[in-house]
C-alpha cells in the first residue's frame, strides 16, 4: 500500500513539473537590432521532450536549428550561417514568460544583443 502511494506522488509530482515547462513549439518572430539596421527574425519550433529542432529565417534566408536544448522555461540553440564563404555560428539562449521570450544573441567576438521574440498568431482555421 505505501508503494503504491509513493507511486501515486511520484506521478503527480512530474506532471506537475511539466505542467510548468514552456511550450516553445511553433512560430515566433522577434526584431533585432543589428550594426545594419533593425532585422525581423522568425524562429519554427518543434519540441521532442528535452530536444529542439526547427529553423531560424532572417533575410539572408532560412537556417536549421542545432544543439537545440529545452529545460523549463529555458532554451537554447545555436545557427550557423554561411557569409561569404565565412561559416559562423550564433548562439541563443532565452527565457520564456507566457507568449514571449527574453532571448541573448551571441555571436562569438562581435558581441551579444538582447531582443524578445512573441509568439505569432495562430493560422485561421479554414
Not at 1 to 26: E, I, R, Y
Not at 91 to 117: H, L, N, Q
Given at each position: ?26 512560430k515566433w518572430t522577434g526584431d533585432v537590432t543589428t550594426p545594419r539596421g533593425t532585422q525581423t527574425l522568425t524562429f519554427d519550433f518543434k519540441v521532442d521532450g528535452a530536444a529542439l529542432t526547427g529553423k531560424v529565417t532572417t533575410p539572408r534566408g ?65
Open positions: 500500500m505505501l508503494k503504491k502511494l509513493a507511486l501515486a506522488v511520484m506521478f503527480v509530482a512530474l506532471g506537475s513539473l511539466s505542467a510548468l515547462a514552456a511550450d516553445f513549439n511553433g532560412a537556417n536549421d536549428i542545432s544543439n537545440g536544448k529545452v529545460d523549463g522555461d529555458n532554451i537554447s540553440f545555436e545557427q550557423v550561417m554561411n557569409f561569404n564563404g565565412n561559416e559562423f555560428k550564433i548562439t541563443y539562449t532565452g527565457k520564456a514568460d507566457g507568449d514571449t521570450i527574453k532571448f541573448t544573441r551571441a555571436m562569438g567576438e562581435m558581441g551579444s544583443t538582447e531582443f524578445v521574440a512573441k509568439r505569432a498568431p495562430a493560422a485561421p482555421a479554414q
